[in-house]
């Protein structure tokens, strides 16, 4: 039955974040069509293809690589990899997961911009953010948003020409004037990721410690929530139309 008693909401599994995403179909200044070329910090981020063709250029201090996806395919990258998705039909739809839910929203993340404005921090925020306030992940509408992605392809497509003549310390120089911009909120991200996914893993050693001393409680816990569809409301995030999963509207069946 429908639990009718206030309860604390848990994280969803290992504290992820869930998106459904549909890649942007407007051409950048290349020509190709897709998404905006950024990386994270801190956290590992997952696609899980739900239909259409395309593929994931990556560029990181081991090189460029471009990786086709195919629907049921599954790709995941680890901080410091850029990702640039690409649609190539026009039809390209993810599942995105990401580590750490609440960091991408508070920041962890870098847009491959031209050099000269990754080393001016003000000008990088204004250009990222494009919306009411600096910093937002979502645009204000479309034409800022793809905005912002011409931009960050620019910049990647410089970047990319850089590693192939100099090799990675082409990326380091990117990472010493990316971890610059968001240095300043990294205590800021640490109190996110103590209340979420730190609280999960102390959750689980507890929950280890009681199976070793033979105890049941916790499991007197156990509870089913379910989550209904995010539906159509969409934001213009980096790589295209965001419906994400938000735990508000969660009910808990048990």
Not at 1 to 20: C, F, L
Not at 38 to 62: D, I, K, N
Not at 109 to 119: G, I, N, Q
Request: hydrophobic share 40%.
């Amino acid at each position: 039955m429908t639990d009718t008693v206030e309860r604390k909401i848990p994280p969803i599994s290992g504290a992820i974040g869930m998106s459904h995403l549909k890649v942007y179909t407007t051409e950048a200044p290349d020509g190709l069509r897709g998404g905006c070329p950024h990386m994270h910090f801190t956290c590992t981020e997952t696609y899980v293809v739900l239909g259409g063709r395309g593929s994931v250029q990556a560029l990181g201090y081991g090189g460029f690589e471009e990786v086709l996806l195919e629907t049921g395919q599954l790709m995941w990258y680890t901080p410091g990899v850029i990702h640039r998705l690409i649609n190539q039909d026009g039809k390209l739809e993810l599942l995105v997961i990401m580590q750490n839910a609440g960091l991408p929203e508070a920041g962890d993340h870098v847009l491959s911009f031209p050099p000269e404005v990754l080393a001016d921090r003000e000008a990088y925020l204004k250009a990222a953010s494009l919306a009411t306030a600096e910093g937002l992940v979502y645009a204000g509408g479309e034409e800022a948003a793809f905005r912002r992605r011409d931009l960050a392809v620019q910049g990647f497509n410089l970047l990319r020409e850089r590693v192939e003549r100099e090799g990675p310390s082409a990326m380091a120089d990117f990472y010493r004037q990316a971890v610059e911009i968001v240095r300043a909120n990294a205590e800021h991200w640490r109190h996110i990721w103590d209340a979420t996914a730190l609280a999960t893993v102390r959750e689980t050693e507890d929950h280890l410690r009681a199976v070793v001393r033979g105890e049941t409680g916790h499991l007197h816990e156990g509870r089913v929530y379910t989550l209904p569809s995010p539906g159509d409301a969409r934001k213009l995030g980096f790589c295209g139309w965001l419906s994400p999963y938000d735990l508000e509207g969660t009910v808990c069946r048990l």
